[in-house]
């Protein structure tokens, strides 16, 4: 994996006035299990470079050109010869511009209010930088929640986005030695308070007398003096000087006026157990984790509290000590966040995941107010709960019925908005849809893109073949390209020139909260043969004028024999039966027949397959579906045709124990190898590719 970092121009990357970029990425990329081959480039006209892996890029200053563009475009030219995998951009905006086509993993690092900075002001400006990018990594929780003022939520969670704090060196502290030094660093102006802390540490100095003040830093546009004969200004020093001397210090105060991304200087004074005083500001709270926090800002507040912790000897060493010990942002662990996140890029960092969270999208009814209760999605939405994954639903069509106005005629434009903002809270592993026609491919697609470790599936139930059903092919095959799999109830050799090898059959599943009859041991019915027929679940009734070739078929059947008791639903002006009342009409016969719209294909049934079977009642199967490859015939009763039908449900009425012996084996089978766990299951594995090695009863029939 080659790592470019691309410096700000002009940032001193050298051990001669480093800035605190420098100093952060010179301190990680020692640690960088991925420090070989990683190259650092910038522009400084300093030489004594802070480490050997950097390139000061050649520069050459042209009339009529930003020096920006200048310095970018020569680093492409470098980039294009050494073909990077991962381009880091630190804190310079305006630079995303002339990467936008680049094939390489693109990172940005703000280190500054993005508000400030040309190129991110903008909302629209800092959309680009989210459609950009494949990463943007924040300083501080401050600088995040800065960039996302204005911009929805679901950006906000995105995986692109990650708050990595800078860090520093972990050193063995003996807080014992500690000697009475109070210390500032930073630049020595009002921005930074320099200021107010003069004037306050003055006030101590001449109270008392055992103690001493050490500053670094410089300012050549803002002279604030101080003048004390204990007050010693280092001016400009490398890193480790000032570190030495944090060591030593008892107290370290950064109490700028500004509100400052985060703070090196309260970090550095942190990891070395200084008692540390900092001004609420920016992101300077989120440098230590114990201390003084100043809500007010003023010379005497400063003083007060600098005061308090030279007479509180005890609070003091206290604070050092909790100070020093909770410390956790060294370098080891940052550079281990930072390797993570590039190693994310090329790695899929899901498959081992025990446990998900999951978005499960289709049609619950909702607005059918329990009708259509029993359903598939249902049934799904139960396997992947016994499989303990945190399950969160939406209910795609009963949004899309409570959200129609005006300005959202279909209401698809609110449920989009819906599933993105469901997204950006929930942050799933994986995303189910269900029959989910109107979430649309764009939107899948914004999805992928902020949230690449999403996996993406859907089911589909109904019929489809390259002819009659042709309609539903087309609907199955809309979002296949954007999604890692696809299961569906048809076989998939029923549709013909598919490239896709990523699309798997899957039978109806049976729950047993759903399907827990156990009908072969009743004894009494009052009916031979079960039937329902509707013409649309959504329809509930009948749709005048509609038929179709079961009707045919139940029309045949009823005149075949004058011997069977029939019970069915959905013909001659018998309307369709639904949730417990169909369950209830089922209980009523001996047997019942499995029978789907159209021409049989391989292993298709609609879902009333698992209600029959699955209640144990004995159920009769069109041999031509082929099911006989997954049910024996001591299972299931195979016909051949309505002669075939009409006999065997004469024998089988007059035969009790048999009859309800193939119920049991039919039921028992549904249940142990195609129930609602086992299919979720085998989705879950094949959209995350695992488990290779585990088959399912259904797979290779």
Not at 492 to 503: A, H, Q
Not at 668 to 687: G, P, W
Request: hydrophobic share 35%; aromatic share 12%.
């Amino acid at each position: 994996m080659k790592i470019s970092i691309l410096l700000p121009y002009k940032e001193n990357y050298s051990k001669k006035y480093a800035g605190a970029v420098s100093i952060f990425i010179n301190e990680i990329n020692k640690e960088s299990k991925l420090k070989h081959t990683t190259k650092i480039f910038g522009n400084t006209e300093f030489k004594n470079y802070l480490s050997k892996n950097y390139v000061n890029i050649p520069f050459k200053k042209k009339y009529f050109q930003s020096s920006s563009k200048i310095y970018v475009n020569n680093f492409i030219k470098l980039e294009k010869k050494r073909k990077s995998d991962i381009i880091e951009i630190h804190n310079r905006p305006l630079y995303l511009k002339y990467f936008l086509y680049f094939k390489n993993k693109i990172v940005f690092y703000f280190h500054n209010d993005p508000l400030t900075m040309a190129g991110s002001i903008s909302v629209n400006d800092r959309i680009f930088i989210l459609n950009t990018c494949h990463k943007i990594i924040f300083n501080s929780e401050w600088t995040k929640k800065r960039f996302f003022l204005g911009i929805e939520n679901f950006y906000l969670n995105s995986e692109k986005i990650d708050v990595i704090y800078q860090s520093t060196s972990r050193k063995k502290i003996n807080l014992s030695k500690k000697e009475n030094i109070i210390t500032f660093v930073g630049k020595l102006n009002k921005s930074k308070g320099y200021d107010l802390f003069g004037k306050a540490v003055l006030k101590i100095l001449n109270e008392f007398s055992d103690w001493k003040a050490v500053v670094f830093g410089d300012e050549l546009r803002e002279q604030i003096i101080f003048d004390h004969d204990r007050l010693i200004n280092m001016g400009y020093k490398s890193n480790n000087s000032v570190l030495k001397v944090y060591e030593k210090s008892s107290i370290a105060i950064a109490c700028s006026r500004w509100e400052e991304p985060f703070g090196r200087s309260s970090l550095e004074a942190s990891s070395r157990g200084c008692a540390v005083i900092i001004s609420n500001k920016g992101g300077l709270p989120e440098t230590i984790t114990d201390g003084i926090i100043l809500n007010k800002l003023t010379v005497n507040s400063i003083y007060k509290n600098i005061k308090n912790l030279i007479i509180n000897k005890k609070k003091r060493i206290n604070i050092q000590k909790n100070s020093y010990e909770n410390f956790y942002l060294d370098n080891k662990f940052i550079s281990e966040k930072i390797d993570n996140y590039r190693n994310s890029f090329f790695y899929n960092t899901n498959k081992n995941n025990k446990k998900l969270r999951i978005l499960h999208v289709t049609n619950f009814n909702v607005r059918h107010n329990g009708r259509l209760f029993y359903n598939t999605g249902r049934r799904l939405n139960n396997g992947l709960l016994k499989l303990g994954h945190t399950v969160q639903t939406l209910s795609d069509r009963d949004t899309i019925s409570q959200e129609r106005k005006i300005t959202d005629v279909y209401g698809s434009k609110s449920l989009n908005l819906k599933f993105l903002e469901i997204v950006g809270n929930f942050k799933p592993n994986l995303i189910i849809l269900g029959h989910a026609d109107a979430i649309s491919n764009h939107t899948i697609q914004k999805i992928r893109n902020f949230y690449p470790s999403i996996r993406f599936s859907q089911w589909f139930l109904d019929k489809m073949d390259n002819k009659t059903w042709s309609t539903n092919r087309d609907r199955f095959l809309k979002k296949i390209q954007y999604l890692d799999c696809s299961f569906c109830t048809t076989h998939p050799s029923s549709l013909k020139n598919l490239k896709n090898k990523n699309i798997f059959f899957i039978p109806n599943p049976v729950d047993e909260t759903f399907e827990n009859l156990e009908l072969y041991k009743k004894n009494y019915h009052k009916y031979d043969l079960f039937f329902a027929l509707s013409h649309g679940v959504h329809r509930g009734t009948l749709k005048k004028g509609k038929t179709d070739n079961r009707e045919i078929f139940l029309n045949k059947l009823l005149n075949s024999s004058n011997e069977i008791r029939f019970n069915i639903f959905g013909i001659k002006d018998n309307q369709p039966i639904w949730a417990e009342n169909f369950k209830n009409e089922l209980s009523k016969s001996k047997m019942a027949l499995n029978l789907s719209q159209g021409e049989p294909l391989k292993f298709y049934s609609s879902d009333r397959i698992s209600q029959l079977i699955g209640n144990g009642i004995l159920t009769f199967v069109d041999r031509k579906t082929k099911l006989n490859k997954i049910f024996k015939k001591d299972e299931v009763v195979f016909y051949s045709n309505i002669k075939d039908l009409s006999k065997k449900i004469i024998k089988y009425k007059n035969s009790d124990i048999l009859r309800n012996k193939i119920a049991k084996k039919g039921m028992i089978k549904y249940h142990k190898y195609m129930n609602s766990k086992l299919v979720a299951e085998f989705m879950i594995n094949k959209s995350f590719d695992i488990n290779h090695k585990k088959k399912f009863f259904w797979e290779n029939k």
